[in-house]
């Protein structure tokens, strides 16, 4: 089998000034193809590690994918160390130089010395083109196993990994077995809780058929993960285990899409021609942030209103000061308010309104840290629901915004 | 010298479905206390690869931490696994229970059986109580070397770290070397323009006082780190380099504050008991939600309108839809329309206002992808700046933030 490595390089990653994003993206897109990462090692801009984790990279895996250490900057020694690990030298490529320049020409940069360097390559290297940025991808191929050296900068990784890395590794392996993945979303449930319910059927589940739990905040996200040889009879028996699955589950499952809720909103939404609005008060603008973060979102997204102030919500959203004064910010009477007043300044047929206290601090007897009203509406359809959520304001917002994405999903749903 | 090994388990890592936000976390908090992270390892949960990274760790770190794989369901077999590798077994520990139960109330669930399974402990480890959650926190000693097993969930590691784990460390080793953290936020350079500018600075560094490049998106957080066994002598040689490089910068430091600029900005605008909105299109929430993720941060933060279309940029900013339609929603005179809008209607001293094109469409030969007008506000004051970021619409919606705060930096230290 092939076991994927992926080396991150960076004092960055070490000191916690940099939080490593791309290998998760890595692993995913990987795995797509058929390619499981089996080890992650991080290291400093030291080369005694930087050798010793190549070492220990070929001795255990085929696919070897390393990242970071190539800028233009001096603490930047990751091409010279794979010189000296691949016992070649620094030459200049003018193709590079040329494509250095063409990406400043379109940044309207000016090109200096410092980044001219970077057409300085490994020789025995085969060299791939960088088309966003200037550091070189470089290629290495030792005894049938594949070494590739890319950018750390993650819209440069992902775009290395897609167009060049990933379809050069599926031309140079024969990848043979076939990965499938089944993700359900389940709502109702702690993760202890569900583990009990599906604790036979876990059992039961063949060797090379494994159940993950990933609680995300707000909802739990089971994942079936079956690898074989014989694409087809596993795709029979993934099938098999799904129906299982959902009996157990019996209604709690929000979504068995991959994606995060939000993207899979984004589609209900576009397919449907329906519009979103948002109203946050607990979630602070964290939720409009999901949604503006997909690539088209304008085509529904009308927009947000952030009320962390009493005075925001009556004066923007039109929330009654007295049922506030009355019930209080974190209520079901002003969470409705506050999605009816979503839903009408932004003209939008469908809303999601927040309101709750975060935390650490503002918690009283009666409505501790972690009270949420969440209300949604669909057109005239509206439904509010109180929450319970930890003592963590991290935790409470992230699970404030996914079980306001869970509601509007059902709603859509049904 | 200590060397620090963190250790993350989870098959979740290694297929992408969680990104590890837990080793920069704990990074930083141990550089603090004068300890360094030299390497980061993650691993599945898998036995044969657990109990080499293991192996591997207590041969080149003194300090070991471990996160995850201790949850109460199937896939979690790290208690197992220290137990094997400890050659030890699991014992029933009724104090933990206790602990378990508290936790249980205080979050008004039910305690299961699968969570009372959480009360077994390896016999040989310090067992430390573990306040916010169910999974237990181990503490093993061999030969002079630390390992700690701890969960993954990032508010009870943070929890364990601080109030434990840490102390512990602090108390168990004699930590000799003093480390000295020096950071510098520069606006106006490109990452190789900046390094050109500095190479004779960082080539006259002694060796025990490195020149780190952090590029975060739209500003370069530079960072000086020096070590050394004689604290005060360090002080004073830091002092030094830090009037070079001041001088080198000329201007364009915008802060030598350690922490984020949303945080350098939340303590600035509290001591001037000054009250923040914002307006955002291209930004979409990101920026609201900055602030937001801050603890009491609703002492200055009033809130804030994601206007996406142009219906709200007039309906509730008020900006003028003539002008609009005359200079486009990404022009000066809409950003500062949004910047007065979000201050009148939030009744704010200061506000930050984005309108762009974040891409990856959308954008016009006069208007390319990139393309962000941000205006910010103090009381009359009114600064706006036209920048021209990248194609890649995550990296365009943090650099407009970034930019956003930097300014308002400049404004509110003027």
Chains 1, 2 share one sequence.
């Not at 060299?127 to 890319?150: C, D, H, Y």
């Not at 959520?389 to 079980?403: G, P, Q, T």
């Amino acid at each position: 089998m092939l076991n994927v490595e992926i080396i991150t390089i960076g004092d960055e990653l070490l000191i916690g000034q940099v939080i490593d994003t791309n290998s998760a993206w890595m692993a995913t897109e990987l795995n797509k193809v058929g390619l499981d990462v089996r080890y992650k090692t991080t290291v400093g801009d030291n080369e005694a590690d930087i050798l010793d984790a190549f070492d220990r990279a070929f001795s255990r895996a085929s696919i070897i994918l390393v990242t970071g250490g190539i800028g233009p900057t001096k603490d930047d020694i990751t091409q010279k160390t794979l010189c000296k690990y691949f016992d070649t030298r620094l030459v200049f490529d003018e193709t590079i130089l040329q494509t250095i320049e063409n990406v400043f020409a379109g940044l309207s940069k000016t090109l200096n010395e410092l980044t001219r360097r970077q057409a300085y390559v490994p020789e025995k290297a085969v060299v791939i083109q960088n088309q966003m940025g200037t550091a070189p991808i470089t290629w290495f191929e030792r005894a049938g196993k594949i070494l590739v050296s890319m950018p750390g900068v993650p819209y440069e990784m992902k775009w290395a990994m897609t167009t060049e890395i990933i379809p050069r590794l599926q031309e140079y392996f024969t990848i043979s077995d076939a990965i499938r993945h089944q993700t359900f979303w389940v709502k109702n449930y702690t993760e202890s809780l569900l583990a009990m319910c599906l604790e036979e059927f876990e059992n039961e589940l063949p060797a090379h058929i494994k159940l993950a739990y990933l609680p995300t905040s707000g909802l739990i996200r089971l994942r079936l993960t079956g690898r074989s040889a014989d694409a087809e009879s596993l795709a029979f028996e993934m099938a098999g285990q799904r129906e299982k699955l959902l009996a157990l589950l019996d209604g709690n499952v929000v979504s068995e899409n991959e994606e995060s809720p939000e993207l899979i909103l984004d589609k209900i939404l576009k397919q449907n021609g329906l519009t979103l609005s948002v109203a946050e008060s607990c979630t602070g603008g964290k939720l409009a942030s999901l949604f503006t973060a997909i690539p088209g979102c304008s085509q529904y997204f009308k927009g947000g209103v952030v009320s962390y102030s009493n005075d925001a919500k009556s004066d923007i959203l039109n929330v009654n000061l007295w049922d506030i004064n009355q019930y209080g910010a974190v209520s079901c009477e002003v969470a409705e308010q506050m999605v009816r007043g979503a839903q009408n300044i932004f003209h939008s047929d469908c809303a999601i309104a927040t309101t709750g206290i975060a935390g650490p601090d503002g918690g009283t007897p009666e409505k501790p840290v972690g009270t949420v009203w969440i209300a949604v509406a669909y057109r005239d359809l509206i439904v509010s629901r109180k929450f319970q959520f930890s003592k963590n304001r991290e935790n409470n917002i992230l699970r404030a915004c996914n079980n306001g994405l869970a509601i509007l999903m059902e709603l859509l749903q049904d």
